[in-house]
């Protein structure tokens, strides 16, 4: 099956801070998302993203799915902003399969 | 609704007791997918709906483990005979078709004592 890969695995950064998460992903995909869980444990929609480029506010992502990879940027960090980041993937099937997650503190 | 609704948010139950945890899709999405999260881990897939026939069961543990979606609306996942490693949170998520993008509940954290 698809195996997915996230880097770094935490972050530490001071608030303003800008940063990039990386999720590598082993075959071609049909649905690739960034999920945001906040401290209540609440999966929140980033971004929809299987292929290209797009833009919300301070966070912007990148998939390139010949090179099977997808990047998500985030810029002037907020301590809301914490957490930790999830990228899934979907092939052939239904399913989504889950990074281990970056997690993202963001220090005042 | 406006979102995936799930109940209850939190459940407590005894080794060997039957539980049933119940989600309420966004209104109009086919698509119905069940995902279990252990602390500190990502979400592993359970069981697809298309509808209200199971599309792919093949995340299910065990046979101890049941979900069914009777009008291809709500769904209610089964757990019989728990055990204290079924202790996790559970997740549904909804979507408009299959490779469409998924929205997710609040979770059910099951806690098996």
């Known amino acids: 099956g698809i195996q997915v890969e996230q880097s770094p695995p935490d972050l530490i950064l001071q608030e303003g801070a800008n940063s990039t998460l990386r999720c590598n992903f082993s075959?071609?995909?049909?649905?690739l998302q960034w999920f945001h869980q906040n401290p209540w444990g609440q999966l929140i929609n980033l971004f929809y993203?299987?292929?290209?480029?797009k833009q919300n506010g301070r966070l912007s992502a990148t998939t390139v799915a010949t090179e099977r990879y997808s990047l998500l940027y985030i810029s002037s960090s907020q301590t809301t902003d914490s957490g930790v980041y999830f990228c899934?993937?979907?092939?052939?099937?239904?399913?989504?399969?889950w990074g281990a997650g970056t997690k993202l503190i963001i220090k005042p | 609704g406006a979102g995936v609704s799930q109940t209850p948010s939190n459940k407590v139950t005894e080794k060997g007791k039957y539980v049933e945890l119940r989600c309420d899709p966004i209104s109009g999405h086919t698509a119905l997918y069940w995902y279990r999260q252990s602390l500190g881990q990502g979400p592993e897939f359970l069981i697809y709906f298309q509808g209200t026939g199971a599309a792919d069961d093949s995340g299910l543990p065990n046979d101890r483990f049941f979900a069914v979606r009777p009008e291809g609306s709500v769904s209610t996942l089964k757990i019989q005979r728990t055990e204290r490693g079924d202790s996790a949170v559970y997740l549904c998520?909804?979507?408009?078709?299959?490779?469409?993008?998924?929205?997710f509940g609040q979770g059910t954290r099951l806690t098996v004592v």
């Open positions: 075959d071609s995909v049909n649905n």
């Open positions: 899934a993937v979907g092939g052939s099937n239904y399913q989504l399969i």
């Open positions: 998520a909804s979507s408009l078709t299959g490779y469409a993008e998924a929205f």
């Open positions: 993203i299987p292929s290209g480029t």
